[in-house]
């Protein structure tokens, strides 16, 4: 896979192991954004929990190197309560997508309209991608970044994808509505990102036009 490979140390990696272990139990009922789609079971709630702060963690030991400190919450919330961003460049609030394979970008469409829609609009102002390996049901530690995209330009790329249709170029079927990006749409000058973010404001959240909203 193409993108910077960031290793964490054995300390960092235990904690993210106990923090999946622990939230698993608060967010198992949380599935694809959709009500008619079953919970997970605790395992793979913990697995795909353990996936994604790996990569959170990664994301944030990598940009330290350019100046951001953005700590990963570790904080253990109520039954179906999460983050309101994941990491922050500046006043950039940037949700992390991690996966163990695969080269789409993907988020559910119910699950960004939620976000919209809670009292205060919650929509992230830019998205990162991330590829987290995987022993099993264990994260080995090392993380891919693939790259990273504001929201309004993942929302012009992106593709509509229905409940049952298949991931392009794959033959997994999807439990729920989707917008798909592919990983060559993202930018991966991490410079040239921090820049960015440090010089402008996050695109206006109230503004920004979410495709397909009226299914």
């Known amino acids: 896979?193409?993108?910077i490979e960031v290793r964490?140390?054995?300390?960092?990696l235990e904690k993210c192991r106990q923090f999946a272990k622990l939230s698993a139990w608060t967010q198992q009922g949380i599935e694809f954004g959709q009500r008619d789609t079953s919970d997970r079971g605790i395992r793979e709630t913990a697995r795909d929990t353990l996936i994604g702060k790996v990569a959170e963690v990664a994301v944030a030991k990598h940009l330290r190197g350019y100046g951001?400190?953005?700590?990963?919450?570790?904080?253990?919330y109520g039954d179906f309560a999460g983050d309101d961003y994941d990491i922050r460049i500046f006043k950039w609030d940037v949700d992390?997508?991690?996966?163990?394979?695969?080269?789409?970008?993907?988020?559910?469409?119910?699950?960004?309209?939620?976000?919209?829609r809670q009292r205060f609009n919650m929509l992230p102002d830019a998205l990162a991608f991330c590829h987290t390996e995987m022993n099993g049901n264990d994260a080995s530690g090392l993380v891919v970044i693939n790259g990273l995209i504001t929201l309004p330009k993942y929302l012009e790329k992106a593709r509509q994808l229905q409940k049952g249709d298949c991931i392009p170029n794959t033959s997994a079927r999807l439990q729920a509505?989707?917008?798909?990006?592919?990983?060559?749409?993202?930018l991966n000058?991490?410079?040239?990102?921090?820049?960015?973010?440090?010089?402008?404001y996050p695109p206006n959240k109230g503004a920004i036009n979410i495709p397909w909203s009226e299914k």
């Open 68 to 76: 951001v400190n953005s700590p990963v919450n570790f904080e253990i």
């Open 177 to 186: 509505d989707n917008y798909a990006v592919e990983q060559g749409d993202l």
């Open 8 to 12: 964490l140390t054995e300390v960092e």
């Open 1 to 3: 896979m193409n993108g």
């Open 96 to 116: 992390i997508k991690a996966t163990e394979r695969g080269k789409w970008l993907m988020i559910e469409h119910d699950r960004l309209i939620k976000r919209k």
């Open 189 to 200: 000058d991490w410079k040239t990102i921090v820049d960015y973010c440090s010089r402008n």
